[in-house]
DNA sequence: CCTACCGATCGGTAGG
DNA sequence: CCTACCGATCGGTAGG
């Protein structure tokens, strides 16, 4: 609301990109043609080039504004104080399930159809990610350093959260009578209670920092 | 080896069965052409139809082969006497671990690729998924119940269960110096751990049926 | 297993 | 925002 007046120009570009999403996940991006991507907004297929670039240009768009989200909250976290490894790992597990809740359609483009980008970016988001998956393998080595996180291979346990949340997918549109926020803690719960090292008994809170 | 004698007639369609896995993987469904799958094998396009039908018939093999696999390893395992809910769970764990590990181009064409399914066979596919996930929900439930499974919600231990194994895509090719069988131990044991009631501090073998 | 080729569709441009 | 159209590529067939 207030940001639909004066939707007159721009907000049919921002119109064609949400329309992208969305088709780039039903169909993926090389099963997508510009004339299906038109037709759902409503003009012909050579008027799209009035408001974008290329087809190209719509899935960059997509898969950096995930990668920039991911790094963004990382960076926020890094600087927020009073916080264990096993507290920042909630927060990543609970960043991840609400952009899966919230965002499905650019996430799962970002996940599944990065591989399509073109070669100086494809490089750019493999690197991105790269760097942002050592940063959360770091944060588990120091949990497990700590004795607040179980000691398993800290790369398994990043592999293991990125993934786990892509059972959301099946949850959108599926059965509702689970409703998004049960869907959250439930997630959230099982996630942190797998890497979480109960070894002293303490099951719901925060674990002590042991020696 | 012994199966590569009389390789002649037979193991042309089995080499471009596995080449067109391959394919599909990394460049997707729609984003693979028929030129790419014959230049793989060595013949032209033209080639490929004295041994095969039609693209699509090769993608509805890839995706039945797993989801068949899948639904008998189920069978099998209801019929196993002795074991309690974890356990099963365990083994349901372990089994898709061990797909995503050695399987990776068939799983994967199967798990993202199955949405260009033609369509008796798409309806098909999601009904015999729907059912195989309806029934690990039930094994959980009853997990819940007998105590030996922490009270979450069991739809999302299912879509918990069943993701979390493909952060072994990324392992895949990545650093090698986590091992295969490392690898299977740390994610069975971290899931498996997640879901596990541990209200009485058993930590390492199975849980005692509390009443 | 090949050459030659089919009609359809692709992303995108010209020009208004 | 449209009509008209470009060259390239698509899955697949004919015929040998």
Same mark, same amino acid.
């Given at each position: 609301?207030?940001?639909?007046? &004066?939707?007159?120009? %721009?907000? #049919?570009?921002?119109?064609?990109?949400?329309?992208?999403?969305?088709?780039? #996940?039903?169909?993926?991006?090389?099963?997508?043609?510009?004339?299906?991507?038109? %037709?759902?907004?409503?003009?012909?297929?050579?008027?799209?080039?009035?408001?974008?670039?290329?087809?190209?240009?719509?899935?960059?768009?997509?898969?950096? &504004?995930?990668?920039?989200?991911?790094?963004? /909250?990382?960076?926020?976290?890094?600087?927020?104080?009073?916080? *264990?490894?096993?507290?920042?790992?909630?927060?990543?597990?609970?960043? /991840?399930? #609400?952009?899966?809740?919230?965002?499905? *359609?650019?996430?799962?483009?970002?996940?599944?159809?990065?591989?399509?980008?073109?070669?100086?970016?494809?490089?750019?988001?493999?690197?991105? &990610?790269?760097?942002?998956? &050592?940063?959360?393998?770091?944060?588990?080595?120091?949990?497990?350093?700590?004795?607040?996180?179980?000691?398993?291979?800290?790369?398994?346990?990043?592999?293991?959260?990125?993934?786990?949340?892509? %059972?959301?997918?099946?949850?959108?549109?599926? #059965?509702?009578?689970?409703?998004?926020?049960?869907?959250?803690?439930?997630?959230?719960?099982?996630?942190?209670?797998?890497?979480?090292?109960?070894?002293?008994?303490?099951?719901?809170? /925060?674990?002590?920092?042991?020696?």
């Amino acid at each position: 609301m207030a940001r639909n007046i &004066r939707t007159r120009e %721009g907000g #049919r570009r921002e119109e064609i990109a949400t329309a992208a999403a969305r088709l780039f #996940r039903e169909k993926g991006f090389s099963g997508t043609g510009m004339r299906d991507l038109a %037709g759902s907004v409503g003009i012909e297929a050579a008027s799209l080039y009035n408001h974008i670039d290329s087809k190209a240009g719509l899935l960059r768009e997509i898969c950096f &504004r995930i990668a920039d989200d991911c790094s963004t /909250h990382l960076r926020d976290l890094e600087a927020t104080p009073g916080l *264990d490894s096993l507290r920042r790992l909630e927060s990543i597990t609970r960043f /991840h399930v #609400r952009m899966w809740i919230e965002r499905l *359609d650019e996430v799962l483009v970002a996940t599944n159809e990065f591989r399509s980008l073109e070669e100086p970016w494809l490089e750019k988001f493999l690197h991105e &990610r790269r760097i942002y998956m &050592r940063q959360v393998e770091g944060i588990i080595s120091q949990g497990i350093r700590e004795g607040l996180v179980r000691p398993l291979e800290p790369y398994v346990v990043v592999l293991t959260i990125m993934s786990a949340v892509r %059972g959301i997918e099946f949850w959108h549109r599926s #059965r509702k009578n689970v409703s998004a926020a049960s869907l959250e803690e439930s997630m959230v719960d099982l996630i942190v209670n797998g890497i979480r090292n109960d070894t002293d008994g303490t099951s719901d809170t /925060h674990g002590p920092a042991l020696p």
